[in-house]
Nanobody, 125 residues
Framework: QVQLVESGGGLVQAGGSLRLSCAAS????????MGWYRQAPGKQRELVAT???????NYADSVKGRFTISRDNAKNTVYLQMKSLKPEDTAVYYC???????????????????WGQGTQVTVSS
């Protein structure tokens, strides 16, 4: 079993900052890409940022220059530093990870996608 546990959400005023963390634990051989997604009320879940095991990053246009994704491979943890927050950033933020649960799975390139339970970020105007 694998678990992703997010933390760091909350209520912040526009222009403020928050840092989200997501720690993976359980039957993990190695982790491929990790990322953050968000879902606002009445909207579809959307990609916020991703980071590969080698540190290559990708961001949604709406957060470029304001959000920074990073990871600590030794701790199986991914972070999302959010600055200059806007009311439209309000959403439930989910972390996701592509995880190889065994050496065999890694050899066969059969990763499993896992999701966290989500953490609420609310930005007031």
């Amino acid at each position: 079993q694998v678990q992703l546990v997010e933390s760091g959400g909350g209520l912040v005023q526009a222009g403020g900052s928050l840092r989200l963390s997501c720690a993976a634990s359980g039957s993990i051989f190695t982790i491929n890409a990790m990322g953050w997604y968000r879902q606002a009320p009445g909207k579809q879940r959307e990609l916020v940022a991703t980071i590969t095991s080698g540190g290559n990053t990708n961001y949604a246009d709406s957060v470029k220059g304001r959000f920074t994704i990073s990871r600590d491979n030794a701790k199986n943890t991914v972070y999302l530093q959010m600055k200059s927050l806007k009311p439209e950033d309000t959403a439930v933020y989910y972390c996701a990870a592509e995880i190889y649960t065994s050496a065999v799975a890694a050899y066969m390139a059969k990763e499993t996608n896992y999701w966290g339970q989500g953490t609420q970020v609310t930005v007031s105007s």
